[in-house]
């Protein structure tokens, strides 16, 4: 089973007045990891997911716990696995951390889907489905 | 049991390539709402919070459901309720939907906290307890 | 000639580290009051311009003063004028307050634009300048 | 004179319905870029500059041209240098281009502050200055 990995700096548009990340802004770090798995980890970038493959991943699901506090400056680094794939779905398993300490972690569904006026469920195409397998979670595969 | 309301638009600022909401902005959203709620629902603007209360009220848990998308120009009825009210944290429940139809559905646990360098758990101010107390679920209350 | 006001209250998501606003997040106000313009002043929302006018109006040219800072909780008093109305393009005059003490001017101008893969400019559509020109500043129509 | 270069690929954060930069994108992207260039061109992080230095360099002017589009997956190529060095102010340069084609390009002004409550203009501390120095534009120099 293959992870994932990039890092982030926390930055001075992450932060709140209390010095400390704003948590709506480390949805904007998960999205940028995913973006970075699909064109990174498995080759297909966005742009040639909507413009190519003519499909979406939006996202249905978020689960997420914040375990400590991020500040400017702060090297996060993120790891992501596949807990699961299904036909027309996958869910995701990420986490963040920093000099060893965890800040968060989540679990993340999103849906293979049509572009366009009326969205629906697709399955996920073939090539996306074989370039996710290398990183689905042992425990999960059996 | 008070339910606490508001509508929002969804602005250019919200929307991705898809035309559709980027679902990291509506936590921006739901952060609006629950400063909506502590100034115009209990009394309590944050900046009162954080200078007079000397409490942040950090995040800690999300579990969020993307039901349909929003695009551009639509209306958002956002709903808040208070699931639990323990000594030092609150579950928020949430909803989103417009024209009937529902959205998005959110469970958010906020715990009460010091502010500054070394942040740690406090117990949530008798005033601000009072105040959020109309606001717990009949069930939950029981 | 006619001003167009709108207020906006600085929320957490506005301000960084050092309680104050951070000023990329100005320019998503600004983009804001310029969508209540067209939609609340003009009675052309952004989703109407862009599927029924089929044009966009991107912004090519801002030059801001930041004047003095803003804080969380401060409610910001923006007005809008048009200082320029050509047959492409449009030069708005912009600036905000809070309590009598100005907080920021502008000046931004948007070229009308096809949509799609080439943009390019295109003339004002007769409705719109129309519905423009009650705004335009009075020496600018001299 | 030196410049201080960085990459920045856009991302789905960034784009708007019409799939271009939304355009307040562009000034986190800038923010980002002066970060940088503190951190990694002049060895002084923002977090150093407030904590160490006591001073924060706030935005007071910007004068931006949006040349031209940007869409999802560009790599901008960011160029930042030195226009002006004042006692208590300096003026950047700064452009980005994509494959050769220019996007943007801006003047800002920043002002070194005081940190805290009342803000006030403070002389630009010696080792900062030292810092800046090889990035002035040679002729601004004369």
Redesign the interface.
């Known amino acids: 089973m293959m992870r994932f990995e990039r890092e982030t700096v926390v ?3 992450h ?6 990340v ?4 480390y ?2 770090m ?3 990891l995913i ?1 970075d798995w699909f ?1 990174d980890g498995m080759g297909i ?3 040639a997911l ?1 413009h190519v493959c003519g499909v ?1 991943v ?10 400590r ?1 991020s ?3 702060d090297r996060l680094l993120f790891s992501l696995n596949l807990l699961k794939l299904k036909r027309t779905s996958l869910m995701l398993g990420i986490g963040a951390s920093c000099r060893g300490e965890e800040r968060l972690r989540l679990r993340q569904v999103l849906t293979c889907t049509s ?1 366009g006026e009326a ?1 629906h469920a697709v399955d996920i195409p073939a090539d996306l489905r074989a370039a996710m397998s290398p990183y689905l979670h042992s425990e999960a595969a059996q």
Request: no cysteine.
């Open positions: 930055r001075m548009q932060v709140d007045a209390a010095g400390i704003f948590y709506p802004r949805f904007e998960v999205v940028q973006e064109a970038d966005f742009h909507h979406g939006p996202t249905v699901h978020v689960d997420i716990e914040f375990r506090p500040r400017l400056g572009l969205i």
